[in-house]
């Protein structure tokens, strides 16, 4: 009989989605409330001077205000930006990551399993339910993103059940596209299809027999199998909607000149599982979570943990590194407005959050965590806007998500005997919300 560790090694590295069973309750969408979130985690930090000018310390309009410039990409869409700076995250202690602390406001480190869920996987139970849960993709180095297509540092269900993000864009077509796919594809998905469905009656045949301490535990594995197994079965199902969304695979995929071609697979991919409504959250990370990363198609040599060592302002490695990421910010935003979706498009109704996985830099005590806000989610949020906090933990903005997708909560993972010493207070933050 395989031990729990070769089973969530099989899985891990043959699906890299997260097979624990979920505690997903029906969501209920509100009226003039987001349909999905986007996540963008650029790793080594964000510098709040790369994104508003130097001096700006008041809260205000950002008509009349230019972004700086690693940001100019975004000038033309500052009315539907929000940009919030002077949230804390010390208690996440992020130095050169805070990992799934980044996402979930508790402490992380290199290891170290997720202490609860991550507010993407939070606000996923929130939103009009689609076949995936949060849609991770990890953006790395091609030797790492081989070597590791799957990962697991961003995204968890809940305490030590974490979501594993995808690095390789031919198996991630493979998952989603599998069975609309030809030739070789085709066959690997159906291959692959099989064996799974074999794995899980053996695991389930294997479970009598077990201690009562040990057969809930192997049930949640069992039910992981059959979660896989079931996602299969829906997407095969959709077939002909699959088929007016799939992108098409080409050189870069199978035959990619920089790392850059796979990063630019994976966020395609990523939009065409959002514009089919396959996922409801889409979470993004350049550097997969890590320290690391890799652009050299974008001239950038520097690369790995030395380039967290630089300065961000000013420096052309970060301009070029922030203007691509801004880029595809765009693209996404573009893709979503090509939608139709009730009075307007998919990008009306969806809200991205752009921040790192770290606070504004390597190295930090995370006393400086900026956020950028695209887009009004369905009206419900503010935009235009440049806001400075003073001292409230990122854990009150993403309480704030929570009610502003109709979900409210009074604290989003702050223990009551914390919330004083994190300055954590009660509820949405004041002026975020429409």
């Not at 979501?163 to 998905?189: C, Q, T, W």
């Not at 809930?216 to 077939?239: P, T």
């Not at 139709?340 to 390597?362: F, H, R």
Request: aromatic residues 8%.
């Amino acid at each position: 009989m395989m031990n729990r560790r070769e089973m969530m090694h099989r899985m891990a590295a043959g699906i890299g989605v997260s097979l624990l069973p979920s505690y997903a309750q029906s969501a209920i969408h509100s009226p003039g409330s987001p349909r999905r979130v986007i996540f963008f985690l650029q790793n080594h930090g964000f510098d709040p001077l790369t994104c508003i000018p130097e001096g700006l310390g008041e809260s205000c309009s950002l008509d009349g205000v230019q972004l700086a410039e690693p940001m100019r990409t975004l000038e033309p869409y500052k009315d539907r930006m929000h940009v919030i700076t002077g949230l804390h995250g010390r208690h996440t202690s992020p130095g050169h990551s805070a990992y799934f602390g980044a996402l979930g406001g508790y402490r992380g480190s290199l290891g170290v399993p997720p202490a609860g869920p991550t507010i993407d996987y939070a606000l996923s139970q929130s939103l009009p339910k689609t076949i995936l849960p949060p849609l991770c993709i990890g953006m790395e180095s091609m030797d790492s993103m081989k070597a590791r297509p799957t990962i697991a540092t961003l995204t968890a269900r809940g305490a030590g059940q974490p979501i594993f993000m995808h690095s390789d864009p031919n198996n991630l077509y493979e998952m989603l596209y599998g069975s609309i796919a030809d030739g070789e594809v085709r066959k690997h998905y159906e291959a692959r299809s099989e064996v799974m469905l074999q794995v899980e009656r053996v695991a389930k045949l294997k479970s009598g027999g077990l201690l009562k301490s040990e057969s809930q535990r192997y049930a949640d594995y069992v039910g992981g199998f059959r979660d896989i197994n079931g996602m299969r079965e829906k997407l095969s199902s959709i077939s002909p909607h699959l088929k007016k969304h799939a992108p098409t695979p080409d050189e870069r995929y199978t035959n990619p000149k920089f790392e850059t071609d796979w990063h630019d697979c994976l966020l395609e991919i990523g939009i065409s599982a959002l514009q089919a409504n396959l996922t409801n959250v889409l979470t993004i990370g350049s550097g997969r979570g890590e320290y690391f990363g890799a652009w050299k198609g974008l001239g950038v040599t520097q690369a790995g943990h030395g380039l967290g060592h630089t300065e961000q302002v000013g420096v052309s490695n970060w301009i070029k590194i922030r203007q691509y990421n801004c880029d595809m910010l765009v693209k996404l935003m573009k893709s979503l407005e090509a939608v139709p979706e009730g009075s307007g498009s998919m990008m009306d109704n969806t809200l991205i959050v752009y921040t790192s996985n770290n606070a504004d830099k390597q190295h930090t005590d995370g006393s400086i965590w900026p956020f950028v806000l695209i887009g009004n989610g369905g009206g419900r949020f503010k935009t235009g806007q440049y806001t400075h906090l003073e001292g409230r933990p990122i854990n009150d903005l993403y309480t704030t998500f929570l009610h502003g997708v109709g979900a409210p909560v009074d604290r989003f993972n702050v223990p009551k005997n914390m919330a004083a010493k994190w300055n954590s207070q009660l509820g949405p933050i004041e002026g975020l919300l429409v």
